[in-house]
């Protein structure tokens, strides 16, 4: 993969992940794919890195996966294609569900198909004006993959699921800001500049505070409340071993505000 079809640069304590094939709407090869998850992962894993925003360029954020760009589809076993979505798409997305740090997607365009799931994993999501969010797969007799079932009904309810995957309409940026798919809307012109203050504000925040919330979160609608609050109850003993959550105290009985420094 030329490394100048996904840019990575770290600014300020911030990763930006940037797609970049804009001739392809940002559609993903499996070597972007598989670079995303490792650069996820080392963000997660680096602690100068508190805060990642994920964009694309061009007319598209990233209209999932490049069905052209893969081998042709010969002879199958069975297995091969449960295989190839648990390693390739599931894989990606849980990446991002599973990254120690706040992910904000920064949507500027057209999110269809995979695109739309890994928009959704991500614990932030602004979108520009001229951003849509498109369930493509009927459209090509497809199911639903990378964890579409899972995040969207959790994200709308499941009626509401249902119409956008059966349908496979084109979902405004203001539609999906009011079904609860984006936080906010933005003029195309400020969406970076949202995005890095958004981040900025992350970064400058309590970065394992921050990571254990993002976990409980996540994992609130699988779990009963005992589970829940079993899960709080040692998120908080593990949380006030930090250096971030004694400067929080001292700086509240000190009446001044904290400098956090992910510790």
């Not at 490394?3 to 094939?21: I, P």
Request: aromatic fraction near 4%; include cysteine.
């Amino acid at each position: 993969m030329p490394v100048s079809e996904l840019l990575h640069v770290v600014d300020g304590q911030v990763a930006y992940l940037t797609l970049n094939r804009p001739e392809a709407l940002n559609a993903l090869t499996p070597a972007q794919r598989d670079r995303l998850i490792q650069l996820f992962g080392e963000a997660s894993a680096d602690p100068d890195v508190r805060a990642v925003v994920l964009t694309g360029t061009g007319r598209g954020f990233c209209a999932g996966a490049d069905l052209r760009g893969g081998a042709g589809a010969g002879e199958r076993v069975a297995g091969d294609v449960a295989r190839m979505i648990r390693e390739g798409a599931q894989r990606l997305v849980a990446a991002v569900l599973d990254c120690e740090k706040p992910v904000i997607a920064a949507v500027n365009g057209t999110a269809a198909g995979l695109g739309v799931h890994l928009a959704l994993a991500c614990d932030l999501v602004l979108a520009a004006e001229s951003a849509r969010f498109i369930e493509v797969f009927v459209r090509r007799g497809l199911v639903p993959d990378g964890g579409g079932a899972y995040l969207l009904p959790r994200l709308v309810g499941p009626r509401r699921a249902k119409e956008l995957m059966f349908f496979g309409d084109a979902l405004s940026a203001p539609d999906a800001e009011r079904l609860g798919l984006v936080n906010r809307v933005v003029p195309d012109g400020e969406l970076d500049k949202t995005a890095r203050a958004w981040a900025a504000r992350l970064a400058g925040g309590p970065t394992r505070a921050l990571a254990l919330t993002k976990q409980l979160v996540n994992a609130s609608l699988d779990s009963d409340r005992g589970t829940a609050f079993a899960a709080e109850a040692a998120a908080q003993e593990v949380n006030m071993t930090t250096a971030d959550a004694q400067e929080g105290v001292a700086s509240f009985v000190e009446r001044r505000s904290p400098e956090y420094r992910g510790r």
